[in-house]
């Protein structure tokens, strides 16, 4: 597909009542915008400008025609590339870009025909409006359990596979809804990042993991979940010092777990932030390595300790050969760029004793243990002795 085209002076580049497949940029020349079968002239757009952009975001007829009024080179946006953005976007945002729309088509309309008393301003599809406002609903219930303390931290423990000891835990959040029950976090941390809600989780969340560890055993590691828009407040470091302070945790028995995307949506705050994170002594581990596309330049330079298998990988090895060489792959590049390896999802023994011989540090899986309430964890270390297959007696 071109994604620049030139239109001699005259031309027309749509028409009114017109399919829209794309939106424009100005590269060079000038377009002018009408109505009303060209009769009304609405505006004109010259370098730099954007028109065009209605038709690909709402799915609805060119509500305008478009000339090139010069010789013009015109840059486009393609609906395709609109969609896959639009789909990721918050409800909230997509209904009110519907409504906005709406609103600017109702006013171009009134520039041509009278006003019709009968006619609805604000059509947008009932699908959009009942998933916006889940959305609203969800993030309000999310605020409220946060005032109220629904949530609880689950913890799964860390095998050391080469001593079957475990290392430590990796806290799981899970929100106890007073009608429906225990909520998985796939359901609600979504929205929690969008809203911002994240932050004051997260907050709460390191503070009582940091709490339970000393229960557990100081000797011990904690691992929890960090997002983007946690990284992002002015105070995250602050508030790290204050909660490892006020509680008493030495910082290196603490592991700040957060993925791929992170690192490359904001590489320069990742870095700066794992940089200061590393110098008081914590840990960092990217979460579900393998899936994203950090490049190896950019994580060779950053102050990572540990690199977290993603579990489709560990799944996968004795289905797919490739899987095997891949987990192989990343565990020489952990120990070429002085990093360890944790692999996630262990269920089967063959796996656990594969990744043990293929070096992997800790290991983490239903096989040994699924998250468990902070309540059972005293008992379970109590009870635990290291597997026969992990070189237990
Ligand atoms: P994650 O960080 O990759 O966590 C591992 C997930 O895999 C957990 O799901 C865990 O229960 C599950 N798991 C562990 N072992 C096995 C296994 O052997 N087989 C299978 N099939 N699954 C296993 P969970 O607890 O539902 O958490 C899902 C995701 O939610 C986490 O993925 C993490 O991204 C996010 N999450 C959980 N707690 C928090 C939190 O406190 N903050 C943030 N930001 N995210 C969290
Ligand atoms: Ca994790
Ligand atoms: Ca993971």
């Known amino acids: 597909m071109e994604f620049r085209k030139w239109f001699p002076k005259g031309t027309l580049v749509f028409s009114e009542g017109d399919v829209g497949s794309c939106a424009y940029i100005v590269e060079e020349g000038c ?104 959305a609203i609903r969800l993030e309000q219930e999310i605020e409220n359990a946060i005032d109220l303390g629904q949530f609880e931290l689950w913890y799964q423990p860390m095998v050391e596979l080469r001593t079957g000891r475990i290392g430590g835990f990796e806290a799981l959040i899970r929100w106890r809804h007073p009608e429906r029950g225990l909520i998985p976090p796939g359901r609600f941390i979504p929205a929690a990042e969008r809203s911002g809600l994240i932050v004051p989780m997260t907050r709460w969340a390191f503070r009582r993991a940091c709490e339970d560890l000393l229960r557990f055993g100081e000797e011990l590691s904690m691992s929890v979940n960090f997002s983007i828009r946690d990284f992002a407040t002015p105070d995250f470091l602050q508030e790290v010092d204050l909660a490892l302070g006020e509680i008493g945790v030495r910082p290196d028995h603490v592991k700040f777990e957060i993925t791929e995307s992170l690192l490359m949506d904001s590489p320069d705050t990742a870095k700066r932030l794992l940089g200061d994170l590393r110098q008081r002594g914590a840990k960092v581990a990217i979460d ?54 944790t692999a996630e999802g262990i269920e089967e023994v063959v796996q656990a004793s594969a990744l043990r011989e293929l070096g992997v540090e800790l290991g983490q899986g239903f096989l040994f243990s699924r998250p468990q309430p902070a309540d059972k964890i005293e008992g379970f270390l109590a009870a635990w002795r290291p597997p026969a297959y992990l070189g237990g007696a």
């Open 288 to 341: 579900d390595f393998g899936t994203g596309y950090s490049s190896l330049r950019y994580l060779s330079s950053l102050p990572i300790d540990s690199l977290k298998i993603d579990q489709s990988f560990v799944r996968g090895m004795f289905i797919d050969d490739s899987n095997r060489s891949l987990v192989h792959s990343i565990v020489n590049l952990a120990r070429d760029l002085g990093m360890s390896t």
């Open 31 to 134: 377009v002018e915008i009408s109505v009303g079968g060209e009769h009304v002239h609405v505006a004109t757009r010259r370098a730099g400008e954007v028109f065009g952009e209605m038709a690909i975001i709402d799915d609805k007829p060119r509500s305008a025609s478009a000339r090139a009024v010069d010789d013009c080179t015109l840059l486009m946006i393609t609906r395709e590339q609109l969609a896959q953005r639009i789909a990721v976007a918050d409800p909230i945002l997509r209904l009110c870009i519907g409504v906005l729309l709406e609103n600017v088509r109702h006013t171009t309309r009134r520039l041509t025909r009278p006003a019709d008393p009968t006619e609805r301003t604000q059509q947008v599809g009932d699908a959009a409006r009942q998933e916006a406002l889940a």
